[in-house]
């Protein structure tokens, strides 16, 4: 008797992570059920598993209940606008996501028997006075200023969770993730990767906040990924940053885009925007010791291939 597929739900599945994370585990020999209602997912991330047997798509706002008949053995929650841009066009919908729509996969993971994994999120530290930031410091957040329905989403998501691990008994992971890059990401989604990009393919000046001394670590998608399996494959409970290490101020990157693109973009500096973090560096010494993860791309090497990603995109 043939042994059943693994068949994994995951919700923003059409988005930047969500899309990579549906080919991952169809890679792995698992049925992939992605569910997204599209407000900043694209369905160009997906269209090439259209007529893959093993995937299906279920177009649904997560904040509602959701039904799915037959068994489910993983539930990975990665719903969410997740750049400054989009959670201040939706800050309604972020926090319904981040908090409703947790809440009902949390129900479904309790429903089905099913391991539970958190995307959660860097912004949880808030504007941090901790560096570089370990899963053991609580942040510094403002609840009420304009990036707080994200980083509140997120923090509460992160708690009923844990919860329902307390409470429910339910199997769950939860992984911060810190900024990440690569195909797929939206050209206009106001972070500072396809921001930049799209400005120096353009010849436009590459916009920098403040004096561009805020620092930010940047890892490549493929690199987190692995991550987030190994992640699921282990049997820790708590939170676990991901992302890479390496520190760069948004004005030495600024400076290697320039490079790598070969654009005669000059740079401009504009006012930084409330609340922006100062510094933004992950400790993963504890996914190093767990997971045995660590990053393996340079920055200069996966910019080169985003580059060539959104010049092929742009010429579609």
């Known amino acids: ?19 990579h994370l ?5 890679e792995e020999g698992m049925k ?13 991330n997906i269209h090439h598993l259209a007529k893959n047997k ?3 798509l279920f177009r649904h706002d997560v904040s509602k209940e959701i039904k799915i008949a037959g068994p489910v053995d993983y539930v ?29 996969t949390l129900g479904l993971a309790k429903l089905k028997k099913a391991k539970f994994l958190l995307a959660s999120t860097s912004e949880v530290y808030g504007d941090p006075q901790q560096h570089p930031q370990k899963e053991t410091y609580w942040g510094h957040v403002n609840p009420i200023g304009p990036r707080g329905v994200y980083d509140e989403a997120k923090r509460f998501a992160e708690a009923i969770t844990l919860a329902y691990h307390r409470y429910h008994k339910i199997d769950t992971r939860i992984v911060r993730i810190f900024n990440t890059y690569g195909p797929r990401m939206r050209i206009n989604d106001g972070r500072v990767v396809p921001n930049f990009i799209y400005q120096a393919i353009h010849q436009k000046p590459l916009t920098v906040y403040g004096k561009g001394t805020q620092t930010r670590s940047f890892c490549y998608y493929s690199d987190l990924i692995d991550g987030i399996m190994r992640l ?12 890479n290490p390496t520190e760069f101020t948004i004005l030495e990157f600024a400076r290697l885009v320039i490079k790598i693109s070969k654009t005669k973009s000059k740079i401009v500096f504009k006012p930084l925007p409330q609340d922006d973090p100062r510094q933004r560096q992950p400790d993963v010494s504890l996914a190093k010791k767990l997971l045995k993860w660590q990053p393996k791309f340079y920055l200069k090497d996966g910019l080169r291939k985003t580059l060539n990603w959104f010049l092929d995109f742009q010429g579609r």
């Open 1 to 19: 008797m043939a042994q059943r597929k693994r068949i994994a739900l995951i919700t923003g599945g059409g988005g930047f992570l969500g899309s």
């Open 22 to 26: 549906c080919d991952r585990c169809l």
């Open 32 to 44: 992939v059920l992605c569910v997204d209602n599209f407000i900043t997912g694209n369905e160009n």
């Open 54 to 56: 093993n995937f299906e």
């Open 76 to 104: 990975l929650h990665f719903a969410s606008p997740a750049s400054p841009v989009d959670y201040m066009n939706y800050p309604i919908p972020t926090l319904k996501v981040g908090s409703l729509g947790t809440h009902n």
């Open 232 to 243: 699921l494959r282990s049997r820790y409970t708590g939170p676990v940053n991901l992302g």
